[in-house]
């Protein structure tokens, strides 16, 4: 039986002795490439997941107004507001015989007829590019 101790001398061929430590060089270069690799698709996906639960939300909240509105939004909805105002306080006057008068200060159906088919055309006008602008047709 033979004894190992720290004097024991093996003998193997140098090329036997490069070749392993080649082997052990070419095998921690790829478990340590494997390990960047998994790192990098570990971070991809995390990344991901984190796009994706805020697209839901987005997704989820934005129709239901919940994140706000687009500033074109705001400022058709104040120009229908300020219409519509114009158009009940237009109908208001009409109704108690306190409207304004045409060019030659006579009360004339045709003045009043046009100026409300005009407001409420550009209300209308108005709705309908704010839903376009709902619906992202711009």
Request: net charge negative; hydrophobic share 40%; glycine share 6%.
């Amino acid at each position: 039986m033979a004894k190992l101790s720290e004097n024991t001398e093996v003998s193997l061929p140098l090329r036997n002795i490069l070749s392993m430590i080649a082997a052990v060089a070419i095998g921690t270069w790829a478990y340590f490439g494997i390990i960047e690799r998994l790192n990098k698709i570990e971070t991809n996906y995390t990344m991901m997941s984190s796009d994706v639960e805020m697209n839901t939300e987005f997704r989820i909240k934005w129709p239901r107004g919940e994140m706000g509105s687009l500033p074109a939004d705001s400022e058709q909805f104040m120009l229908i507001e300020h219409l519509a105002g114009e158009l009940e306080k237009l109908t208001s006057e009409i109704e108690n015989g306190q409207a304004p008068f045409d060019q030659q200060q006579k009360l004339t159906l045709e003045f009043y007829e046009r100026r409300i088919n005009s407001l409420e055309a550009q209300i209308e006008k108005l709705k309908d590019m704010s839903l376009e602008m709902k619906n992202g047709k711009h």
